[in-house]
C-alpha cells in the first residue's frame, strides 16, 4: 500500500521539477540601463508626459499631488544604469525613484532635497551616480536610487 | 616672505580649483547639447542664406569656434544626437559652407554680368530715347516745313539718316544678344534666370519696347519712299530672324514664369509691325514704279507684287511679238532699266530680307525679262529691201549683157 503512494509521491515531485526547469529560466546580467543625457518633459493639458526617443509616457498627476503642486512646467528625468527612474522639476522638494512594473511605475524612493524647492534642476548621467544639479542655487547633488550619496 | 607668497598662492590654486570644480558641476548635459544645437542651427542658417562673400565672411572661424567649444561634450553630444554624431554635424556644416561658398562665386559671377547686362540695357535705352527725340524731331520740322521744299528735301534725308543710324544701333543690340544667348546650355540659362528675377528690366521688356517704337515709327511715318518702307521691312525680317533663333532661349531665362505667353506677345508684336510697314510699302512700291512709267497691276502683299511683275512682264513680252514695234523696245528698255538699276540694284538686298522678293523670284523675272529681251527689238526690212535691189540689178544686168549681144 505504502509502495503506490512513494511512488506516485516520487512522480508528481519529478513534474513539478520538470515543470519548473521548462519555465522561463534565461537571465541576462550586467544590463545597463543608462539614460545619458535626462529628457525634459512638458506635461499636456492631461498631465501627461511623452519621451518618444526613450519611449515612456506616465501621467504626472500623482507626482504634483505628492509634491503639493498643480502643476508643472516641466519635468525632468533620467533613468540610472541600474534602471531606476529620477524625476523630479522646478520647485520640488523632492527626487522622486520610481522602478518599472508591468503598466506602473512604483516608488522605490524619495529623497528629500530642500524644503524651498528647487529652482534650476537638471540632472546629469555621472559614472556610477545621477547628479543633480540646480543651476540657480549652485547646489549640487550626487544621488542614487537609495538615497543621496 | 617668500614662504608666506607660496602659502598665499597656495590658497588662491585650492580656491581656483575648487571654484572651477563648481563651476563644472554646474552644468546640465542637457543644457549643453540644447546650446550645441541651437549653435549649430544658427551656423547652418547663416551658411544657407549666405547670399555675398561678406555673409561668408567670419562664418568658417565661426565653424572651428564651434568644434573647440564643444568638442570637449562631444560623448554628450552625440548621445543626444544618436545616430548622428558631433563630428558627423561639424563635417555637415563645413560642407554645406564650401558649397555656399561655390554658389557665391557663382552667384557673383552671374550678378556681375546681369549688371554689366543692366548697364548694356541702361546705355542702349538712353542712346535709343535720344534718336527717338531726334526722330519725334525732325517729323514735326518736316509736318512745318511742307511749304518750303528744298528744306523738306533736306529734312527727309537727315530723317531717313536717323532712321538708318537707330535700325544699325538695333542691329548691333541684337547681335550682341545672339552673340550671348544663342549657344547657352540649359544650366546657364537656369543660372541667369534665378539672377535675373532682381533685374528691374530685360531684354525680352527692351526688345517688346523696340517693336512698339519700330510700330510707332512706320504708323507716324510719312513723305518716305519705297527705299525707306524697305529698309523696315529688312529691318523687321532681321528682327524676326533674331527673334527665331533666340526668342525661347530668351523668355526661358528672363521670363521662365510665363515664356510662352511672352513668346506669343512678342510674335503678336512682330506681326503689327509688319503690318504697319505694309500699309505704306505696297502703296509706296506701286507708286515707284508708276513714276517710272510701268503700270503693273495691284498687288497688297509680296506674293502679289511677285504675281503683278510677272505678269507685267509676260504680258509685255507677248506684246512684243505679236506688234514688233520700237514703242514696245522702249517699253522693254525702261522696265530693264528701272528693274536692274533700282529694283535689285538699290533695293535688292533689302527686298530679300525683307521677305518682299526672294533671290529666286528675282531670278524668275530676270529670266521671263530675257525672253522679253528677245523678243522686243522690232525686226528691220532693210536686208529684205536691199535684196530686193540686188536681185533687180542683177537682173538688170543680165538684160543689159543679152540685149548688147544680140
Known amino acids: 500500500m505504502a509502495k503506490p503512494t512513494i511512488t506516485t509521491l516520487a512522480m508528481c515531485v519529478a513534474l513539478l521539477f520538470g515543470a519548473a526547469a521548462c519555465g522561463p529560466s534565461l537571465v541576462i546580467q550586467n544590463v545597463d540601463y543608462a539614460q545619458p543625457i535626462e529628457s525634459v518633459l512638458t506635461p499636456d493639458s492631461n498631465n501627461d508626459v511623452h519621451d518618444q526617443r526613450y519611449a515612456i509616457k506616465f501621467n504626472i498627476s500623482n507626482l504634483l499631488e505628492e509634491e503639493g503642486s498643480s502643476s508643472a512646467n516641466e519635468i525632468r528625468l533620467i533613468r540610472n544604469s541600474a534602471g531606476y527612474y529620477f524625476v523630479t522639476a522646478a520647485d520640488f522638494n523632492n527626487v522622486y525613484v520610481f522602478e518599472t512594473d508591468e503598466g506602473e511605475l512604483k516608488l522605490k524612493n524619495k529623497i528629500e532635497i530642500t524644503a524651498n524647492g528647487l529652482g534650476q534642476p537638471a540632472f546629469n548621467q555621472r559614472d556610477g551616480f545621477i547628479e543633480l544639479v540646480d543651476l540657480a542655487s549652485g547646489n549640487t547633488y550626487n544621488l542614487n536610487h537609495e538615497g543621496r550619496n | ?406
Open chain 2, 1 to 406: 616672505m617668500k614662504k608666506s607668497i607660496q602659502q598665499t598662492l597656495s590658497i588662491f590654486a585650492a580656491l581656483l580649483f575648487v571654484i572651477s570644480s563648481t563651476a563644472v558641476a554646474q552644468q546640465s548635459d542637457y543644457q549643453i547639447q540644447q546650446d550645441f544645437r541651437a549653435d549649430y542651427s544658427e551656423l547652418v542658417n547663416r551658411v544657407d542664406n549666405a547670399v555675398s562673400s561678406d555673409d561668408l565672411q567670419g562664418l568658417n572661424a565661426d565653424i572651428d569656434a564651434l568644434e573647440a567649444d564643444y568638442s570637449e561634450y562631444s560623448s554628450i553630444i552625440n548621445a543626444a544626437l544618436y545616430p548622428e554624431t558631433f563630428s558627423q554635424r561639424i563635417e555637415d556644416l563645413r560642407n554645406r559652407y564650401t558649397a555656399s561658398e561655390q554658389n557665391i562665386t557663382v552667384i557673383e559671377e552671374l550678378n556681375e554680368r546681369i549688371r554689366g547686362l543692366m548697364d548694356e540695357l541702361d546705355g542702349f535705352r538712353n542712346q535709343l530715347s535720344d534718336l527717338d527725340e531726334e526722330q519725334a524731331n525732325l517729323k514735326e520740322q518736316l509736318d512745318r516745313s511742307s511749304a518750303n521744299e528744298r528744306r523738306q528735301a533736306a529734312l527727309i534725308r537727315q530723317y531717313r539718316e536717323n532712321l538708318e543710324t537707330r535700325d544699325q544701333f538695333v542691329t548691333e543690340f541684337l547681335e550682341n544678344l545672339m552673340t550671348k544667348y544663342q549657344s547657352m546650355d540649359a544650366a546657364t540659362q537656369s543660372e541667369i534666370a534665378d539672377a535675373a528675377e532682381r533685374m528691374e528690366d530685360n531684354p525680352v521688356e527692351v526688345l517688346k519696347t523696340i517693336i512698339a517704337e519700330y510700330t510707332n515709327t512706320a504708323n507716324q511715318s510719312s513723305d518716305l519712299a519705297a527705299g525707306d518702307y524697305l529698309a523696315m521691312r529688312a529691318q523687321h525680317g532681321y528682327f524676326a530672324d533674331v527673334w527665331d533663333r533666340i526668342g525661347d532661349r530668351l523668355t526661358n531665362t528672363f521670363t521662365p514664369d510665363s515664356p510662352v505667353q511672352e513668346r506669343q506677345e512678342v510674335s503678336d508684336m512682330l506681326a503689327a509691325w509688319q503690318a504697319s510697314i505694309d500699309n505704306k510699302l505696297w502703296n509706296s512700291l506701286s507708286t515707284a514704279f508708276n513714276q517710272n512709267g510701268i503700270e503693273l497691276g495691284s498687288f497688297t502683299s509680296a506674293s502679289t507684287f511677285f504675281d503683278a511683275l510677272g505678269i507685267y512682264v509676260r504680258e509685255s513680252s507677248q506684246q512684243a511679238v505679236e506688234s514688233n514695234s520700237e514703242e514696245d523696245y522702249e517699253v522693254y528698255r525702261n522696265f530693264a532699266n528701272f528693274w536692274n538699276s533700282t529694283v535689285k540694284g538699290q533695293w535688292g538686298e533689302l527686298m530679300i530680307q525683307g521677305n518682299v522678293l526672294s533671290t529666286s523670284e528675282m531670278a524668275e523675272i530676270d529670266v521671263e525679262l530675257g525672253t522679253w529681251g528677245e523678243n522686243a527689238p522690232a525686226t528691220s526690212n532693210l536686208m529684205f529691201i536691199l535684196f530686193l535691189v540686188s536681185l533687180a540689178v542683177i537682173i538688170g544686168l543680165v538684160v543689159l549683157l543679152v540685149t548688147k549681144k544680140n
